[in-house]
């Protein structure tokens, strides 16, 4: 059973950067697709960015270029750096990897952007 585990949420300045990691736990995590998520307050949860497992990108067309995801396989860990924050960008953050056509989710790190 896979286990996600996000970290590196915080309150942050408008302008500022932040980086968010995601552990992954009983997967072969070199083999499997992973993703990030947001949720902002009263909106649906949204794809941000996604990452296969050879290492190819893909990017919401919102993210305007301010976001690069990227994976450590050796540390089983899948990254988010979020350049130029702004106020819109306040959300839960979560990562996600699909095992046997199952969705499995971490509980998610929050972001604030203060303007």
């Known amino acids: 059973q896979a286990q996600l585990v996000e970290s590196g949420g915080g309150l942050v300045k408008a302008g500022g950067s932040l980086r968010l990691s995601c552990a992954a736990f009983?997967?072969?995590?070199?083999?499997?697709?992973m993703g990030w998520y947001r949720q902002a307050p009263g909106k649906q949860r949204e794809l941000v960015a996604n990452?296969?497992?050879?290492?190819?990108?893909k990017y919401a067309a919102s993210i305007k270029g301010r976001f690069t995801i990227s994976r450590d396989n050796a540390k089983s860990t899948v990254y988010l750096q979020i350049n130029s924050l702004e106020p819109e960008d306040t959300a839960v953050y979560y990562c996600r990897t699909n095992l046997n056509n199952f969705n499995y989710w971490g509980k998610g790190t929050l972001v604030i952007v203060s303007s």
């Open positions: 009983g997967i072969l995590f070199r083999f499997f697709d």
């Open positions: 990452i296969t497992s050879d290492g190819a990108t």
